[in-house]
């Protein structure tokens, strides 16, 4: 299940020739694909997945509604193949302006002449709704967080250090089901808890330091967020 039904009304409802998709996000989004090498170029009627030999079995996997074309000298002159083999000689594509390097489009301009036209689409405003399946995602994503950080309460101790409690942690979120962490896990002690965004150190954890974990898992592509503060032994009249 993919988001290219609703890339396909986009495009008609913007009336562009078609989009080349070059972000990871937005790739696995309206694709499915998830490997690292790669990307693609849809039409109104039409979806392609350009990658490398590395990738076109998994492409095949999980692209659906997608010809896998596979790269032999660069992605650019498979792109030209493409559009050679359909017919595409002119047009106006939407591309990733926010995201496309320059020099990417700076070859993209030089491989297609002055007939093929450029404008910068946000196609994040089209992964906005979530439907059904994505809600269910995120609540797992959660869910997955929480019941790691109540497994990881119980083995916290005075004298481990900061570094030693995230690898707890973000070893329960694997354990249950998550992909990764959804981000670099934070963990702030002591007077490093004053610090919005204070990644884990080795830092002693003291009694009565408040500790600070934000943390999040990775469910199938989506992801959690949560934060929550402790005191290590009991709380003082100040905190």
């Known amino acids: 299940m993919n988001g290219l039904n609703r890339l396909q009304q986009y495009i008609k409802e913007q009336e562009l020739t078609g989009i080349i998709i070059t972000n990871p996000t937005n790739l696995h989004y309206f694709s499915g694909f998830t490997g690292s090498t790669g990307f693609a170029f849809v039409t109104a009627t039409s979806a392609f ?20 074309i596979q790269y032999t000298t660069t992605i650019m002159d498979a792109l030209v193949d493409i559009f050679n083999d359909y017919h595409i000689h002119e047009g106006m594509f939407g591309i990733e302006g926010k995201f496309m390097p320059v020099d990417t489009y700076e070859l993209l301009c030089d491989t297609l002449d002055e007939r093929f036209n450029f404008t910068s689409v946000d196609l994040a405003k089209l992964r906005a709704v979530k439907e059904e399946f994505e809600l269910e995602y995120m ?96 709380a003082n009249e100040q905190q």
């Open 49 to 68: 997945i350009i990658t490398d030999f590395r990738y076109t079995e998994q492409a095949t996997d999980q692209c659906e509604g997608y010809e896998v």
């Open 139 to 234: 609540r797992k994503a959660a869910q997955i967080g929480d019941e790691a950080f109540a497994a990881l309460l119980p083995q916290l101790r005075v004298g481990m250090t900061e570094n030693e409690a995230r690898i707890i942690l973000e070893s329960e979120m694997l354990q249950r089901g998550s992909e990764e962490p959804s981000f670099t896990t934070i963990v702030a002690s002591g007077h490093r808890s004053s610090m919005p965004h204070g990644v884990a150190s080795d830092k002693v954890i003291e009694v009565g330091d408040f500790v600070t974990f934000d943390f999040g898992a990775v469910y199938k592509g989506y992801h959690s967020d949560m934060t929550r503060t402790i005191v290590m032994g009991p």
